[in-house]
């Protein structure tokens, strides 16, 4: 496809120049705990910008009518459309740590898809090979900043005596990793290699409370 779709793949791949992202996602995540209180798997749930969504659903011919609403046939149209592109290196700009040892997982499945109030709400489901919970780290982030998470919409565990949390990034501290990298390079490294979405990057940990005997 041309189009919108096609920057946002670009900007998956391309760093812009400075820290000004295009896309701008909400978040919600829900992590599977199994019995040994391993992490094995996540659901992602992706509410997109309101101008990004008018973007694809015009790219895509989708509600002609301007309601709002797409019929079933649009939105199976719809349905996964930003899981399309797969970029050779894109890790799906969720990242897993296991006592800081980064996990690798399976390409994401979609599940479900919507459009209400003006904005497109894709979820998708990854593996997670089973981490013990108290290790985990995760980052929710595009590493050239092309795109903006935020993590707004909630953590939830499946586990009832776990719980997560949410750290917000040092925005200052961030502003200023962009200004080093600005400062310290050339114009072509800064189009070609500048990646600071991990400094905007919302972290989430986990913990649970000791099992009753």
Known sequence: ????????????????????????VETAL???????????????TWTYDDFFTLLILEDMGLDADGD???TEAELDTLFGFDLIEWPEGFEGDLY???A????????????????????????HFREIPPVPIEAIEVLQYDPTYYVSYDVS???????????????????????????????GG?????????RVGIHFADTVTM?????SN
């Open 100 to 123: 800081g040892e980064k996990i690798e997982m399976p390409r994401p499945r979609p599940i479900g898809i919507a459009v209400e109030g003006g904005f497109i709400t894709a979820t």
């Open 68 to 70: 709002g609403e797409l």
């Open 1 to 24: 496809m041309k189009h919108a779709l096609c920057a946002f793949a670009l900007g998956l791949v391309a760093a812009p120049l400075g820290a000004h992202p295009h896309i701008f």
């Open 186 to 194: 050339s114009m072509e490294d800064i189009f070609n290699e500048m």
């Open 207 to 211: 913990s649970c409370a000791p099992p």
């Open 153 to 183: 919409q909630g953590v939830t565990l499946t586990d009832p005596g776990c719980k997560a949390t949410v750290s917000d990034p040092d925005q200052a501290a961030a502003q200023a990793a962009v200004e080093k990298e600005l400062n």
């Open 30 to 44: 829900r992590f599977e705990i199994n019995d040994q209180r391993e992490v094995t798997g996540v659901t992602v």
């Open 96 to 98: 897993v740590y296991s």
